[in-house]
């Protein structure tokens, strides 16, 4: 298959690419499960930008800066901050309904306060923003004839080509369509990756299932640079229930006064930070653990019970109600919660248009590093990212198209793993466990409290899981889970690598051996690079 832009994944950053793309060529969304799954779907809280009128560009720009921790690009936080407001008038006149609020003689946006800023900016759609905006954005991509949507479709490693003059870029992506289990290879002008985060690295994470890192590994693999993946943030608030897999209790409930108590009843972030639960996200997810281990408690406790009935009930509808699915009423009794892997600040390097290092190929949302997070990301500045960055990409390429190679169908390759003919299929309980392994090893030894010994200790075990994946790559048919636990394997030990570069403590990176903050050695993007390679490699 041929076409102009290949996107990999179905969120917010790569369908907005995907409608503004289309406007000038065809794209092709090869996305790996249905359109609609994605991190994005499950967004809560909103999108930060400067509208109201108490507010300013400033204000954004310094809650950004403060909560990186020294290591945002200020230029990009710039951009970003000031294109919100177009971005977000882009989503409404898509058809987002954002909630609003009657005042007075006019009808204004109901900006929601996040932990970490200085002002109420948080656009929602009452507690599903992410719902609708997907919704929005997946019909709009399907109603589009210039745009192919193909579900159930990994891609699994990018392919390169050469461009007329002779130069290395990205010709396209090998992808795996969950149903046949066919690997076919998509050639494009331009191969854009969208696929998200990597939670599922972790034991406990706030991710679908979708979230393993794919274009991260995809990208590195091909010999793109990665950049702070040793930042990853643990969301503080996730519903405490067996059967709950780490539902997520949206900020906004902290935002709107909701406090921290121990399983005792006692009130534990006042001693902590100026901000109490509202100060920023790595700051309540350390909290919480240290009470959590020096109490033994499993969980600790988020209260909403002094807050009006009728308010909880028109603010967080859907929270109330999933929370009541499991028996626990947070008008009349607190709710339990833990604190769970989140959202992966670091990710592809890309410029301020998205363009990775490698020719042909950009990352836009998650999945790409633009400077814009530093070390800690501020809450709901990461579905603005993803926006803003996919415009971006999408107005580069509108101005790059016409130097753009057509891409060659007769000269597409075909997926091979270093020559290896697939013969018999790898037990699932091997890969499966693996899978568990990693994740396990991943929360105990390179979660929210990291030490030497314990990054050593991963590193030792993730490069023997390391070899035992790569064998069975070699010698069985790729399924999606094989191809997932590669990924895994692949960004967790960049996770590892960057961590063990990074010999201080910053951010969302914590280290118990260099408990001093602010080195200036270390005021620099952590980069992991493996050089352009000619042939795949594992
Ligand atoms: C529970 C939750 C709540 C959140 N709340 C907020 C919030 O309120 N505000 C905010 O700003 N941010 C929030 N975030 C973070 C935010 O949702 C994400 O950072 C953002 O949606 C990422 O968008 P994206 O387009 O980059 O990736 P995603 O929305 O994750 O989309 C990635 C897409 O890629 C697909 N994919 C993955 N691998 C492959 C592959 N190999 N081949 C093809 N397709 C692939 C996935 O299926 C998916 O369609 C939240 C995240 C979670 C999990």
């Known amino acids: 298959m041929t076409t102009d832009y290949l996107v990999l994944g179905s969120g917010i950053a790569g369908l ?12 092709v969304v090869a996305t790996k499960r249905e359109a609609e799954e994605s991190n994005t779907r499950y967004a809560q809280g909103g999108i930060a930008s400067v509208m109201g009128k108490d507010d300013s560009f400033e204000l954004h720009i310094e809650d950004t800066l403060q909560a990186g921790a020294g290591l945002c690009h200020r230029d990009i936080v710039d951009l970003c901050v000031r294109s919100a407001p177009e971005r977000i008038r882009w989503l409404v006149d898509l058809g987002v309904a954002f909630s609003t609020v009657a005042r007075e003689e006019s009808v204004e946006f109901d900006f929601g306060r996040e932990g970490g800023h200085s002002r109420r900016r948080v656009l929602h759609v009452e507690d599903l923003t992410g719902r609708e905006i997907e919704r929005v954005l997946v019909e709009r991509c399907r109603a589009s004839s210039n745009i192919t949507v193909l579900e159930d479709t990994l891609g699994i490693d990018l392919f390169l080509s050469a461009d007329p003059g002779g130069r290395a870029r990205v010709g396209g992506a090998f992808v795996l369509n969950r149903n046949t289990g066919d690997v076919v290879s998509i050639a494009a002008r331009a191969t854009i990756l969208a696929t998200g985060g990597a939670g599922k690295v972790y034991l406990y994470t706030s991710n679908p299932d979708a979230a393993t890192g794919d274009g991260v590994a995809m990208a590195y ?24 897999k780490s539902f997520l209790l949206s900020e906004a409930l902290r935002g709107e006064g909701g406090i921290l108590r121990r399983l005792d009843g006692q009130r534990f972030m006042e001693g902590v930070h100026p901000l109490k639960e509202l100060a920023p996200r790595d700051i309540v997810a350390r909290a919480i653990d240290a009470e959590m281990k020096s109490t033994g408690d499993d969980h600790v406790l988020l209260d909403m019970t002094h807050l009006p009935r009728a308010f909880l009930e028109q603010r967080f509808p859907h929270l109330l109600g999933t929370c009541l699915k499991y028996g626990i009423d947070m008008r009349q009794e607190p709710v339990p919660v833990v604190p769970a892997a989140h959202y992966q600040c670091g990710g592809v390097q890309v410029d301020d248009r998205g363009r990775s290092c490698l020719p042909g190929l950009y990352a836009i949302g998650e999945v790409a590093c633009t400077g814009l997070h530093g070390a800690n990301r501020l809450a709901s500045n990461s579905l603005l990212e993803g926006l803003v960055f996919a415009h971006r990409a999408a107005e580069d390429l509108r101005e ?14 075909a997926w091979m793993v270093n020559g290896a003919t697939p013969s018999s299929r790898a037990e699932s309980v091997m890969v499966s466990q693996d899978w568990d392994e990693i994740r396990r090893l991943m929360w105990n030894y390179v979660g929210i409290v990291r030490s030497n010994r314990r990054l050593m200790a991963a590193r030792r075990r993730l490069d023997l899981l390391h070899g035992e994946v790569h064998e069975y790559l070699l010698s069985t048919p790729l399924t999606p ?3 997932e636990l590669r990924n895994l394997c692949r960004v967790a030990r960049l996770i590892v690598e960057s961590s063990i570069k990074r010999q201080e403590t910053r951010g969302l990176h914590v280290n118990l051996d260099y408990p001093g903050t ?6 620099s993007d952590t980069l992991l690079w493996a050089g352009v390679r000619s042939e795949l490699v594992f």
Request: with cysteine.
């Open 400 to 413: 790059a198209r016409a130097n753009l190679p057509q891409p060659a169908e007769a000269a597409l390759p």
């Open 16 to 27: 907005s690419f995907a409608l503004e793309a289309s406007q000038f060529g065809h794209v």
């Open 518 to 523: 602010d080195d200036d050695r270390f005021h």
């Open 481 to 483: 889970d094989l191809a």
């Open 221 to 244: 693999r091909a010999g793109a640079r990665v950049a702070n993946m040793e930042f990853f943030q643990f969301h503080p608030t996730c519903l405490y229930h067996p059967k709950a």
